[in-house]
């Protein structure tokens, strides 16, 4: 068994990894760190634990770690960290010699840090070797997408062969990914918000870098822009993307239906049988329905539609599963797999 | 005083008409009409009142009538009823001499039917003309748009200038656009529906039509393509929609919130005093915050930004108001005041 | 292996049914009937599935029977019926050879049909003897109560020692008791609804007679009188009641405490390891958190507090699972556990 | 015109007390206070606004002062701050000659501090010959109760005459009594929450303050016990309260309901026409449909039935305006009518 810690473990995302960690058949978790104030006390009793299954009762009694402390007994550390800690922390953790799989936002975007999604981009692992030669780590930094993303990726993958000339989606975004108390119940309920801070600038961004080409050790950006509305409505978990995609084949529906449904699974522990599945009801997905298919990691497609040059369809995917920790903890499989980690 | 009767009173967006009609300084309510389940009664045993302010007592003790009976008392007869009711019984109420200002579906696409909204197209009531040689009826029959429609036409209006090439809509719909008892509590609790029965086809064909161009007696319409994707949300009453349009000119952001801010008032009772307002807060607008601007009958825009060739933004209206009943209700004042009808 | 079916099976409660016979141990579903206007279809081409876990795909292909056809193949049936189509059609059934575990009201009061909730007054079976007497059924009925009343007679049970004076209940109950379709979202949006039909009255004198006392074949009900108000909230799944309890003892709280927490378990397939969990933090039972404990089974009890002469407490429950469609199979358990039911 | 002031005037109760003051036949708004972090801005700049209507926008424009500054231009400073902060600063500015109208808890149970609902209980003013001689403030201090005692005091005090002999209440309050921000969506949606700090206590013991007898320049409390339990549910506005009242006298409902209806107002500017307004209909008060009566000073009453020898109510009123600013403001209103303060 390989061992684990969680950065930022008393956060919601945290609280995530923490549920798709444990038990798990090749990860062990050794270890559970987030801010001094919490630090040295026992996990159950710091923080609100706010998923709906209980906390295990084994994690209750864990100690909390300090974040910044290097001394982890753990191979992998995760990070569940806001974007400002994780800038200055994550890369202390790589030089010491851990690999970081983060969920944060800040080095996303970095030319050697790669941003995946286990089965649409696996390649882009390759990046790792400039990564090292360039930053002299001793262990190595992985990231996934903003949550908005993966589903946005996750979809548009599949028809890359018909050319991808340009994007539009606008999505309805669920309350959790703001974190718990991140939107007020007085402030959405019977409302919608129409704005999400940095949001709309990271799906028009890291789409682009998913869907992008490995070459010379570098990620040539994919070649299509991305127009991006990004808003807030009252469910509590589950993104609903609605997408616009012009193409410059002309694939028939059936055609587009087959290339999203034989999207292949990477076989391992936290990954779906199906990575995307294609709703053909009128009503579907929808985000109480369909947010936990495949235990969270499954993106669901539907009201697939041609409308003049566009295809037009939703995604839906569970935001704090297959769209933070478990798309995390996928990628340290991943890394697994490919022999970056020995078990 | 213009007396006026409503058919299909006793359903949500006939209330909202009696809410409307109730203390207007031009027109007198003297008829109530409905089904025949409900006919001879009176108006307060009838149905479910939804509306938050109070049923005003005076119609609580008017008599029903019956939709279809055309000895009414009344010089304007304000249609409420579904689409199918509509279509059989609004021509015989045009024909016996009535003007029907209609809310439903049936005849809005009809080419001699005007499709008003009295701030964009007042001119297109110069169809009345073909359709009183065509039909023969003694009466007129005008309509008012969709309710998402709405929103989305004056939002486009002021935008004519600047050239509009392609429209693309994803909307988040209230529940009130579906009737009192059109979405179970249980649907719709924490979660979005992503498909609205004909909603789609009607965005994609009346704004044309409303932006058309009056030629020779009939409504060129006009020439772009509009993608509409419509959701339901949990939100009582508000429609918002991220809209992005394609324009051939470009305008700078100032120039086009001047074109949408000095869009004019038809200065009628129940037009608002700014049929279009900019918000400017990076979070509105909100439908529990701006559905009721200028009593219900205000749109507002925001979110207003360039993305490449096309310009983005949300529009949000009051969807069984400015969206239904409060549109008829404008029509009909906009007869008034162009001389179709005479106080 | 019992063969079972369904009345009802259409229905919100008719769905949880199959959910919890599907993969029963003991158990197998070979019928599914419902009204007129469905039967002769295939089972997934009627209704409209309302769980969040799909429906099991060998029940989609069955074909759904009628209510009131007597030839089913089945030892015991489940009956998810209106009150009044159970008061027509279940003695139908139990006169001709079924034993008939219903979820209705009809005969719940009936001095020969026990009203069971099998780890409170399993010995009330014994009312079946007299009404096989007075019915000449060669079948057997036998009913579990209202929801509201199940969490209720429940968190009372284990109070009889200390002497139960009088009980006051406030419900906040959840939208799925009425139904799939039962509460518009618009009555409920941002809302409370004080008033369920019928409610009061089950609640105030079912648990009566659940904590009676058979003597001489009949059920002396229990002499403490019970004063209910019930209203809705917001809420998808589970229903929370506050609850006051005057008692002519004055036990410690840890005694009460205990009193729930050694209530046993009878060991079935569906029966809950613990059918009382007390919790002790301040702000539970919460029903997103507490609903689904023992998988919908578990009574959950909390805020427990002497008020003068009262005892607080606050109970909570799945109204669908342990409150409809799992006390009937729990039941049917018990009939099997006790000789009743032979597999 | 008096000048009055707020204290706290950013938070929701402060925003209430602005809307309630604006435009005002009496008060006028001269200063707004707030703690060190917002002071010396406009008030359009600080906090976010979060009522429905916007803010006046010539109160947009004041100058924030400093919470604790004693020179201010105002006759009657209303402090909507926190108990704790209340407690410090309340006394120096009641010292400092300023009369101070609270709506904190703080001083609400002093023996010398009136805790008045202007029509149970206008007497009670006499408390402050007793203030004035105790604490030799120059100014005087009188406080409104907690939102959810209002209610419940309201709907208890003109059942005096028959004989109050103990009383139970279950609680469903809205989100707004946790402040804008004190309970996330997370947390509420599809969900109740038991458990509210410290709101118990005070509805256990104010009503029988206020409910007490002024005699010889002392409040004695009204003689009977109150149990109440309290939980917050899914909606903006509005505390609906399901209340059981056991009298010792027999009063018919017919009797009952016309002490209700009797209750009278002020008369003052604020002072709702009818106090308390009974509905008959079986499904009312409900929040979303009965906040509003009276401009949000009105408490409706419904649902009552007698359940053996107690009488079975429901009380619902608005908790941020009869149950906070509003009341506060209806408090001084008082003052000027008795002659305490003079315009």
């Known amino acids: 068994m390989l061992k684990v810690c969680v950065l930022g473990a008393t956060g919601l995302v945290g609280q995530r990894f ?31 634990w706010c998923l709906d299954r209980e906390m ?14 290097l001394e982890v007994d753990a191979d992998v550390v995760f990070s569940a960290l806001p974007a400002d800690v994780a800038r200055e922390v994550e890369p202390r953790y790589a030089a010491a010699g851990y690999t970081v799989c983060s969920n944060a936002s800040a080095y996303r975007m970095e ?13 882009h692992l390759g990046l790792l070797e400039a990564q090292r030669k360039r930053r002299r780590w001793k262990g190595a930094l992985i990231t996934n997408p903003n949550c908005t993303t993966v589903f946005l990726a996750m979809a548009l993958a599949p028809l890359r062969p018909f050319g991808i000339e340009e994007v539009a989606v606008s999505t309805m975004q669920a309350l959790s990914g703001a974190g718990y108390g991140g939107v007020p119940g007085m402030a959405i309920a019977d409302n919608v918000l129409p704005y999400i801070g940095k949001e709309e600038e990271k799906v028009e961004s890291e ?15 994919a070649g299509f822009d991305i127009r991006a509305s990004c808003h807030r409505v009252p469910v509590i978990d589950g993104h609903t993307e609605s997408i616009l995609v012009r193409l410059s084949g002309k694939p028939s529906l059936d055609r ?23 709703r053909d009801e009128m009503d579907r997905p929808q985000p109480r329905m369909d947010r936990d298919a495949g235990r969270g990691m499954t993106v669901s497609v539907g009201r697939v539609a041609r409308k003049g040059p566009w295809l037009r369809l939703l995604a839906l995917g569970h935001n704090t599963i297959r769209g933070a920790a478990g798309a995390s903890v996928l990628n340290a499989e991943l890394m697994v797999n490919q022999g970056y980690l020995k078990r």
Chains 1, 2, 3, 4 share one sequence.
Request: net charge positive; glycine share 10%.
């Open 18 to 48: 923490i549920q798709c960690l444990w038990g798990h058949p090749w990860f062990r978790l050794t270890g559970v760190l987030a801010s001094e104030r919490s630090a040295g006390k026992r996990y159950g009793e710091v923080g609100k």
């Open 56 to 69: 295990p009762p084994a994690v209750r009694r864990m100690k909390v770690g300090k974040v910044g402390d």
């Open 111 to 123: 030319e050697d840090v790669p941003l995946l999604i286990p089965e649409v981009n696996p390649d």
């Open 207 to 221: 789409p682009r870098k998913i869907l992008g080409t490995l070459r010379n050790g570098r990620v040539q950006p």
């Open 256 to 278: 587009v239906r087959r290339a999203w449904e034989s999207f292949e699974s990477i076989g391992t522990p936290t990954a779906p049988e199906r990575p995307i599945v294609v």
